[in-house]
């Protein structure tokens, strides 16, 4: 079963950009759907990203779309959220997310194996 390890969190102001890393190990990266999810304090945990085993097709929630981008690189079993034009909305922790079946809907509980998050906060 695969591990998952964020980096890349931190404090930007609003219009920044970050780049989140969640690298994993195991041999079966490449077997998993991979997803980035969200929660900020008081919130439930939302889906944010998701991107398929090879890598060619991504999901976006509507409101992040055209802001993040989300990629993999399974030679290095790693994928990343590039967050682009932060806002104070967005701050949050991020969490990395393998599923071993594909997903019905982009839901967290449809996710088997998570990282332990990472921190994002946007300052206005």
């Known amino acids: 079963q695969v591990q998952l390890v964020e980096s890349g969190g931190g404090l930007v102001q609003a219009g920044g950009s970050l780049r989140l890393s969640c690298a994993g190990s195991?041999?079966?990266?490449?077997?998993?759907?991979m997803g980035w999810f969200r929660q900020a304090p008081g919130k439930e945990r939302e889906f944010v990203a998701a991107?398929?085993?090879?890598?060619?097709?991504?999901e976006y929630a509507a409101s992040v779309k055209g802001r993040f981008i989300i990629s993999r690189d399974n030679a290095k079993n790693t994928v990343h959220l590039q967050v682009n034009s932060l806002k104070p909305e967005d701050t949050a922790v991020y969490y990395c997310?393998?599923?071993?079946?594909?997903?019905?809907?982009?839901?967290?509980?449809?996710?088997?194996?998570w990282g332990q998050g990472t921190q994002v906060t946007v300052s206005s």
């Open positions: 997310a393998a599923a071993t079946r594909d997903p019905p809907t982009s839901g967290p509980r449809w996710y088997d194996i």
């Open positions: 195991g041999r079966t990266f490449s077997s998993y759907i």
């Open positions: 991107v398929s085993r090879s890598g060619e097709v991504t």
